[in-house]
């Protein structure tokens, strides 16, 4: 098993910036791709971004690019999501999630609010 712990959602305005953390712990995660995935209410639940564990293979959803930035630090058994230049459409839960495939996630967390203003 896997356990995956978002922390670091919010209120912020249009323009600001937010930093995600997901803290994993359980098996080892060496094999694993981790993802960032949200939700807005009343839609599907979309990717945003992945990265192996080795941190040289990374992937953004297009309404992303250029406006946030994975990272992960094998050290801390952590993954994070700079979010930058936020706008309301932004706004969503996101979670994390673990999967041993790119394209099939195994383990998620149980999310956090992002809010933007604007």
């Known amino acids: 098993q896997v356990q995956l712990v978002e922390s670091g959602g919010g209120l912020v305005q249009a323009g600001g910036s937010l930093r995600l953390s997901c803290a994993a712990s359980?098996?080892?995660?060496?094999?694993?791709?981790m993802g960032w995935f949200r939700q807005a209410p009343g839609k599907e639940r979309e990717f945003v971004a992945r990265?192996?564990?080795?941190?040289?293979?990374?992937y953004y959803a297009d309404s992303v690019k250029g406006r946030f930035t994975i990272s992960i630090d094998n050290a801390k058994n952590m993954v994070y999501l700079q979010m930058n230049s936020l706008k309301p459409e932004d706004t969503a839960v996101y979670s994390c999630?673990?999967?041993?495939?790119?394209?099939?996630?195994?383990?998620w967390g149980q999310g956090t609010q992002v809010t933007v203003s604007s």
């Open positions: 999630a673990a999967g041993l495939l790119w394209w099939k996630y195994d383990y």
């Open positions: 359980g098996r080892t995660l060496r094999p694993y791709t």
């Open positions: 990265i192996n564990w080795s941190g040289d293979s990374i």
